[in-house]
Each structure stands twice: as C-alpha cells, then as structure tokens.
C-alpha cells in the first residue's frame, strides 16, 4: 500500500496558467465544462417561465393567438435575423482566434457586439411601441396600467388596437404580454451580460492575449453566446407566430 | 500497519500563512473560504435558534400568551426560512465539502476559486438583505409563501425577504457548479470515480440537485415578487391565474432541496462508518449510485406536498408512489450502513457517535415520511405537527448531526487542534435525548391533530408540547456546549498529528492543517477508497501524541 510522489519536473507554464491546475489542458477542460454546467442552470431558469407559458397557452390560446398576433412580426423577424447573425460572427470569432488570425478576430468580435446592440436597439423599439399602446401588463408603469385600446366587432384593422376573438379577453391578453415582457426581458438582461463580456474580451484581445495556445475565454463566451442565440430561437415562434393564420389581423 | 508516509511538517499552514483582514477577505483558498462559511453558517444557525426558542416559549400555553398572531406567523416563517436557506442548505456543502472535496480527490483547489469566493459574498449578502427584512418588520407567510396570501394579503416584507433568498440562490448554483467541475476534472492520477470516497459521491450527486433545482425557485421568488408589486395576475385566479401553479414551481425546487439538505449528511455519515469501524463500507457501489438515485428521483415527487392541494388524484397516486420509491435508494444506505458496522472493529469516539445517531434518527423520519406519502394517511397529517416532527427527524437528527459528527471528525485537520473527546461525547448524548425529547411528542401531537403554524391549541395537547419544550431547552445546551469547547480548542486544544485517528483518507495523509496547496507534491493514488490494513495488524498508538513514524 505504499504510495508515490510524482516528482514536480520545472516546467515553463503559460502566463495564463492558474496555479491550482497542473496544465493548460486540465484549465481548458475545467472552464469549458464549467460553461456547459452554468447553461444547465439557465435553461432550468428560463424552464420556469416556459412552464407558464405552456400551461396558459394551452388554457387561453384564443388570447394568445390575439396577442401574439398583435406583436411586431417584422421587428421580431429582423431580430432574429439580426441575431443569427451574431451568432454567425460569433463562431468565426472563435476560428480566428484558434488559427491566430487576431486582427480579424477583433473585427469579429466587434461585429458580434454591433449585432448584439442592434437587437437590443429594435428590442427597445418594439417596447416603446407597448408602452404607447398601454400594453405594459399590471401595474407596473404607475399611471400607465395595462389598457390596450379593443377593436370594436366589424372595424377595420388597427395595429394599434386589439381584436379580440373567441372567448378571450383583455386580462387574459394581460397574462401574454405578462409572459412576452418577462421572458424577452430576462432575454435581453443576458444580451446586456453578454455584452459585458464581450467588451472584456475585445479587451483582451487588443492586448493580444489570446492565440492558438489560449483561446479558451473566446470559445466558452461563444457558448454563452449561442445559448442567449438559442432561447431568442425558441421565444420568437412562441411569442410571435402564433394566430398568424388569422390573416394578420389583430 | 504500515505508516503512511507524510512529508515532514513544515510551519507554515493555510491558517498561518498570511495574517491579516484583506487575506481572508480576499483569499481565493477553499479552506479559508470554508472557514469563513463556517463562522457565518454559525451565526445564522443562531438567529434561527433563537426563532425556534420563541417558537417553543409560546407553545408552553395553549392560549398563546407570548406573542400575538401576527408575530408567531412571522417567528415560524423567519425560523423556517432563516434555517432551511441559510444554514441546512449550505451548511455541509459549504462547510466541509469546500474544504475536503479538493483535498480528497487530491488536488490544489476547487476549479474556480474566484468563483468560490463569490459565493461566499454572494451567501452573505443574501443573508444581509434577508436579516433586513427580518429587522424591518418580517414577514408572515411561512416559508413556502403560498399565494394568494404572499401576494395579495400579507402585509409584511415578503419581497424583500425573496429577494434575500433569490440572491443567496447564486451562492448555491455557483457552489454546486463548482464542485461538478472540480470532481471531472481535477482528481489527482490514479483517482479514479470507484476510488473516490462515498462523501465526494454524495456531493456529487447534492451538486447536480443544486445546479438544476436553484434557478426554478429563482424564477418563482421573481413570479411572485411581481405578482405582489404589478398584480400580473399569473397566480390570481381573477385575472385567469392559477394559485397552485405557485405551489407547483415552488415545491419543484424545495422538495429536491431537501435532498441538498440530507445528501451531504449521508456522504458525512458513509465517512463516519467506515472510518470509525475500520472497515470498507459494505456495497460501495450501491452507496455511491444511491447517492445519484436520491437526486434523479427526488425531482419526482414534488406533488406529494399537494396531495391535498387539489392536484388530481391520478397525480396524486403516481407522486405517491414515487415517494415510495425515493426511500429506497436511502433505505440502502441504511442497511450498508449497518452491515459496514457488522463485526467491524467500532470505536464509540464522538463523530461515531453522531454518525449512529444519524442512522436510528434518520431512519425513524424517513419511514413517517412513508406515512406521509401514502395519499390516504396523508389526508390525516398532512399539515399537521407529524409532518413537522417527520421533517425535523431529518433535518436535525439527520443532518444537524451529520453536520456536527463531520465537524468533530474533521476538527484536527481543519484547525491543528483536537476538541476536549470528553465533553464532545457528553454534548452528543445532550443532543440526541434533547432532540428525542422535542420532537417525539410531535409525531403524537400531529397524529392526534394538533395543527402546524397555530399557537392556540387545546388545553389536552399541552402536556406534550411542555414535553417539547423541555427537550428543546436541553437541545439548546446540548449544541452550546460544542460552541463553546471548538471555539476554546482553537486556542487552547492540543495540537493534532497529520493522522490523528490512523486513518487511509487522502486527507490523513497532509498536515494538520494542511498548506496552501493541500498537498506537498501531487499524490499518485494506488489504493481502493477504504483500504483498512488487517485488524491484527493495528498497533495502538495514542490518539494525541505525534507519533516518530509518522513524521
């Protein structure tokens, strides 16, 4: 039962190696599999309201149908677009900076965060748009509770008014934008963190940090990155294309 | 028995090797770190004994005569709150696990010591933001915060107090991400998973509970917190709402929490048996996968807490019978437990003590867990003092003991000293007829309807509830004294051997207290995780003095 000590040959290390791990390849895999965990947790976070969502819609889905169709098809199309496409430069990104390409790398990043901004640039559009037609659920707005102008039976398509059908009604309306305001809400809280970040690692990587060697930070806010892509992905169809078989009415 | 060969000592420890506030408050040492959750661990553990105290003074009287209505609703839910999120859920984890885990797989540290260090931060803050509202005015929903009272009824602080609670949620996540990260990536050469001890496996399996369940109650504390400012009407049956969706999302998270709570104690206890029998644990396997079992199916039987809710009755009977079948895994580890100690070579030391305490204790709460489980009896007592004797068996005289078994145990690796063994059995036998004494009454006392959260009752119940009191005062010495000699062993406590109970943990085999790096250089493992050498080759060596072959 004797035991061995392995013997601690001087080794060079990286200046990026932290002093609690025995090599680049033991850091590499730690960070990337502490990135996949911590995604674990965001989609059991964003699950919750998921939850909601489902269970509502199935209960009121003549509401949803008429609130989803009186969202801002084009808007969210654009952003979805728009968000893919960062999600585009994202990766190439990560490429540069495993082949060394650092100078295109930046531009990469750079374009990542202009897509990013302009996502949250039409996400405040889009909210504005609520707020002027009284759709900020509850009461969230003192002085603004939610009061969204009803098509009356018969009038002509407004895309400032609601038209109810069905049974629904204006508080179950409520209920959709409730859920629209929260998930795009936290949606866009984590664009901003992923903003941050980026701006940290567009930092770094003018000061030339990261190369074929070490690129680790660059691919693990790339999954981040590609999650925050992913839940847009699942919120756009479930907040914006349902009922558009009414025939854009609504 | 051959002696381990441990590096000569060198002065120099994680304790003395930097003095001074900022190297504390800026360590990125996971030792330091545990030693800094301790100390707050303790605190809050103090401010929910005092709840609990109040809690039994207004029981004394059947017409309650100590507190009005109000302020009992908000003791109860301020004791349940303030234990279960900051001490129970943390406190092994946080604790021991930060401390051993690294040292056991044979690293230098957990993953992300920043990280590490921020939740620590993250748990304080939470705790602070938390004792604010406590001190501000309460709140009075009980722990679960059921809605329509929460949100529309309650006029105390119950955002505030969700908001402490959201926030210490992160230190949870970040903990448990931590130690998943750590144990795949960092376990020394030669450590493989089946050489691990049960207690990395239990933390395993605790981790992946905490990385999944946390963020499902963060985003229900946000539902509610909105609901209670905007009125969204999510959980307002008025606004086309549902009240038991609340229940829903709550109990997804709390009920595997309470398998956060317990998993940890039982890795703490699979150590305890072992080590203190000097025998390999019987079924190895069956223990670590248990630990697994417990946190997959734990996330299975939420609505056994809404049996009486209005869940439908066909949920009813299939959570039903899930619940059952969560016990099984648990059961194992009892019976491995027991056929560990099976002609083992036992030595009643004070973590011996608590670790049996553990198994009688844990065992009674988990089979009136049963009683709960099966829908029939569960309409009888269900929110009934069963229920709160049942989940008290668990989580005192489960993990509290743990909790303290594992202290006691670890005590000379974590500080260099050794606590007084005397008066460490005295407090254990305090604890446990303290905690008998309290809570046995209870399962009578709820069998026979006395309901939960009420502080008038009728006068023929008051004799048990006296009997409680009782128990719990002598609980209350019980955990003082402990207190007091661990803080005062410290200072004053003989200095430890780098093995002090001759045991083949890798954690044996560092100083007491181990340096910064947990290990002079990287140890290469060749042996099976309880590799006890033949009992007729023990040499008896006295417990306290530095023995020549170890140096």
């Known amino acids: 039962m004797a035991e061995s000590y392995a013997a601690e040959p001087e080794v060079v290390h990286h200046p990026a190696l932290q002093h609690h791990f025995e090599n680049m390849e033991q850091q590499r895999e730690a960070g990337t599999l502490g990135m996949w965990v911590f995604l674990v947790t965001e989609i059991m976070f964003f699950g919750g309201m998921f939850l909601a969502y489902t269970l509502y819609r199935g209960k009121y889905p003549e509401a949803f149908a008429v609130a989803s169709n009186h969202l801002d098809i084009w808007l969210g199309g654009i952003n979805t677009v728009i968000l893919i496409c960062s999600s585009f430069t994202m990766a190439l990104a990560v490429y540069c900076a495993q082949v060394g390409k650092q100078q295109l790398q930046i531009i990469f990043l750079i374009l990542t965060m202009i897509f990013g901004g302009a996502f949250l640039g039409i996400k405040a559009v889009e909210y504005r748009e609520k707020y002027r037609d009284n759709l900020i659920p509850g009461r969230l707005i003192p002085g603004r509770p939610f009061d969204p102008a009803v098509n009356p039976h018969g009038a002509p398509h407004d895309p400032h008014k609601l038209t109810l059908i069905g049974n629904s009604s204006v508080r179950q309306v409520e209920l959709f934008y409730w859920i629209y305001f929260a998930m795009t809400g936290m949606h866009a809280l984590h664009m901003i963190i992923g903003l941050g970040i980026m701006c940290f690692l567009l930092y770094f990587s003018i000061r030339g940090r990261y190369g074929p060697e070490y690129h680790n930070p660059i691919e693990i806010s790339g999954l981040y990155w590609h999650f925050v892509d992913i839940v847009w992905i699942f919120l756009f169809p479930l907040l914006y294309l349902l009922g558009r078989h009414m025939g854009g009415h609504g | 028995m051959e002696e381990f060969k441990v590096p000569p000592p060198s002065k120099v420890n994680y304790l003395n090797v930097d003095y001074g506030l900022k190297s504390w408050l800026l360590t990125r040492d996971h030792k330091r770190i545990a030693f800094l959750y301790l100390g707050s661990i303790s605190v809050f553990f103090l401010i929910g004994g005092v709840y609990a105290m109040l809690i039994r003074l207004e029981l004394l009287t059947p017409h309650g005569q100590l507190l009005t209505s109000t302020t009992y609703n908000k003791v109860f839910t301020q004791h349940g709150i303030i234990m279960v999120f900051f001490f129970l859920i943390p406190s092994i984890p946080a604790t021991l696990g930060n401390f051993l885990v690294p040292i056991m797989i044979g690293a230098k540290d957990l993953a992300f010591p920043r990280i590490n260090l921020l939740s620590w931060y993250i748990y304080l803050l939470g705790g602070i933001v938390t004792v604010y509202a406590l001190l501000a005015g309460g709140v009075d929903t009980g722990w679960t915060f059921y809605v329509p009272f929460s949100t529309t009824f309650s006029n105390s602080y119950v955002i505030a107090t969700g908001l402490g609670i959201f926030i210490s949620g ?382």
């Open chain 2, 170 to 551: 992160f230190s949870s996540i970040l903990t448990g991400l931590n130690f998943i990260v750590t144990i795949h990536t960092m376990r020394a050469p030669g450590m493989t998973w089946f050489r691990l001890p049960l207690f990395i496996w239990a933390h395993y399996a605790t981790s992946l509970i905490m990385i999944l369940g946390t963020p499902v109650i963060a985003i229900t504390i946000l539902l509610l917190a909105f609901e209670r400012l905007a009125h969204i009407g999510i959980f307002d049956p008025a606004a086309g709402g549902d009240p038991i969706l609340f229940q829903h999302l709550f109990w997804f998270y709390s009920h595997p929490a309470v398998y956060i709570m317990v998993l940890p104690g039982m890795g703490v206890v699979s150590e305890l048996i072992a080590n203190f029998s000097r025998k390999n644990v019987f079924g190895y396997s069956f223990v670590a996968f248990s630990s697994l079992a417990i946190a997959v199916f734990g996330f299975l039987v939420w609505g056994h807490h809404l049996f009486v809710a209005s869940q439908s009755v066909y949920a009813g009977m299939i959570f039903s019978f899930l619940s059952f079948a969560v016990a099984i895994p648990s059961a194992v580890k009892v019976f491995n437990w027991s056929a560990t100690l099976y002609k083992g070579s036992i030595s009643y030391d004070t973590p011996m003590l608590y670790g049996l305490g553990f198994i009688g204790l844990f065992t009674i709460g988990g089979m009136t867990g049963l009683f709960l489980a099966a829908l029939a009896t569960d309409v009888h007592l269900s929110d009934t003092y069963f229920v709160i004797a049942h989940f008290h068996y668990i989580m005192v005289g489960g993990t509290l003991l743990a909790y303290l078994g594992g202290l006691h145990y670890w005590w000379p690796k974590i500080t260099g000293r050794m606590y007084p063994e005397g008066w460490g059995r005295f407090s254990a036998l305090v604890v446990f007829i303290g905690f008998n004494l309290t809570f046995l009454p209870q399962f009578m006392l709820g069998y026979m309807g006395m309901p939960r959260r009420y502080h008038y009752y009728p006068e023929e119940f008051q004799v048990l509830h006296v009997l409680s009191t009782a128990g719990a005062s002598i609980l209350g010495v019980g955990l003082i004294i402990p207190a007091i000699y661990l803080l005062w062993s410290m200072r004053y406590g003989p200095k430890a051997a780098p093995n002090p109970w001759h045991l083949p943990g890798l954690e044996w085999r560092t100083q007491s207290p181990p340096p910064t790096e947990n290990f002079e250089t990287t140890p290469i493992v060749t042996w099976e995780a309880y590799e006890f050498a033949p009992i007729e080759e023990m040499k008896v060596i006295g417990k306290f003095e530095e023995s020549k072959a170890e140096v």
